[in-house]
């Protein structure tokens, strides 16, 4: 039986050998009694430069054995007859709610708006090559939703729930096996695609159906229960449940409700800027002499301040990473990061954002919605077209002025140097600018490098609505029939939150239907 042990070693020492002597000294043992040992957890603690891997270590003594790990997929139930639950949006909420729901037994089918991961890639490369949006596939829409084309990271602040289990059958599909062991695993954007291809011929074997470039444009009701939906073109599908798990940039969804008087609520979320260093100025700042140690990889960082009252914090922060063009609408410019699977770009990025909520926005479900939109366009306007972002050298917006030039970026589509604050209400520009001088001066010095850049604008954080849902049954509070589930409706905020939520949601249709 394995003993599980924790141990921090210094990355020079994080050899094998090196982890087997300390090891034995951990346990008072002769090197020559270790049979082997399995790391269960790995995390860097870099808290005032003493750069320390904490390792979380299964050993193994003479007499025992290593089990084998298995990486095998759950095999689901054969599917027949038609589906019994609708799901809208292909993203990880909807991926999991049909694993969940076919494991139950129950067949499920999935409309997605956009295509499915090949026919994604020519739009996006035309979005970045010549600034040409496809509205229906693009960084957020289609197979994957928006995680598909992004960091892939999987951590999450969800202390309840399975989430070794997503984790498990992400696995399963192909994702790297050190996502079961890091405290911050994540797949890496080259590598998301074929996950993601593979989870969903997974559920096809069992039965569970697909259709993509089909959107859903009418809810049908009886009464106030749902009853099921009318597709774009005009057919109308009927199931005793509907997943809606369209994701946050969805928006035409939130007025479709509205207008269905679904209720819907405004929720607090946050709005701000991408801001991208070169990755070794990360380094040097958080590892010290230590930068670029082959142990430790591209180093990332996290902040956070609140400025009279208001929080000011960085978000998904992506080292060796990309600032890529996430908009979903025309007119409007929203940036986002992504980094590969070896985080070797030479660049490191992150969000910086600055809370807001109905005392800035205003009353009214979708006053959240249309106040991101706004800033969205005034975005659009600065950066000129083709979405081309506008941008500031990062010590420029601090000191409140206009960049003469800006400094090299990995944002394809091009940059406008433009002042932010014109683009950012103050409500947002003043606390971040506080923010970021605290932490160039206090936090993390060398952080206001004159190569760092500022680039305009993060605005899908999170989803600026809430679809409020019974606690016990997950279906609407005034719709019967529809599950509001995932990052779209308010209840996760990431990868691995919104699957979790899709598998919560998926044990509710299980015991409705029962």
Known sequence: MARQINIEIHPDKASDEGIRAEIAQTLKISEDEIVGFVEDRRSIDARNRRVRLKLRLNVYLNGETIPAHDATLVELPKLKGAPQAIIIGAGPAGLFAAWGLARAGIKAIIFERGGDVRARRPALAALNRDGTLDAENNYCFGEGGAGTFSDGKLYTRVKKGPTRTVLEVLVGCGAPERILIDTRPHIGTNRLP??????????????????????????????????????????????????????????????????????????????????????????????????????????????????????????????????????????????????????????????????????????????????????????????????????????????????????????????????????????????????????GTQRMRGYLSPEAVMVGVESRSSAPVRIPRDAVSLESSSTPGLYPCGEGAGYAGGIVSAALDGMKVASAIHQSLA
Request: aromatic share 8%.
């Open 194 to 439: 074929k996950v993601v291809q593979a989870m969903r011929e997974y559920l096809l074997a069992a039965g569970v159906e697909f259709e993509f470039n089909t959107r859903v444009d009418r809810l049908i009701l009886s009464g106030r229960r749902l009853t099921g939906v009318r597709l774009g073109d005009g057919r109308s599908i009927l199931a005793p449940a509907t997943v809606l798990a369209t994701g946050h940039s969805a928006r035409d969804i939130y007025f479709m409700l509205d207008r269905d008087k679904v209720a819907i609520e405004a929720k607090p979320y946050a709005l701000g800027v991408r801001i991208e260093h070169p990755q070794e100025v990360i380094d040097k700042i958080q590892y010290g002499a230590l930068a670029g140690h082959e142990q430790l990889g591209a180093a990332p960082y996290s902040l956070k301040r609140t400025v009279d009252d208001i929080g000011v914090y960085s978000f998904c922060m992506c080292p060796g990473g990309f600032i890529v063009p996430a908009t979903t609408q025309d007119g409007h410019l929203v940036v986002n990061g992504m980094s590969p699977s070896k985080r070797n770009s030479k660049f490191a990025n992150s969000g910086f954002v600055v809370t807001v909520d109905e005392s800035v926005y205003g009353p009214g479900p979708l006053a959240g919605l249309e106040y991101q939109s706004q800033i969205e366009r005034a975005a659009f306007r600065a950066g000129e077209g083709a979405y081309q972002a506008p941008a500031q050298r990062l010590i420029d917006f601090v000191d409140n002025r206009v960049s003469s030039d800006l400094p090299d970026c990995s944002y394809r589509p091009g940059l406008r140097s433009a002042d932010l604050r014109a683009v950012l209400p103050p409500r947002i520009a003043k606390p971040m600018g506080a923010a970021l001088r605290f932490f």
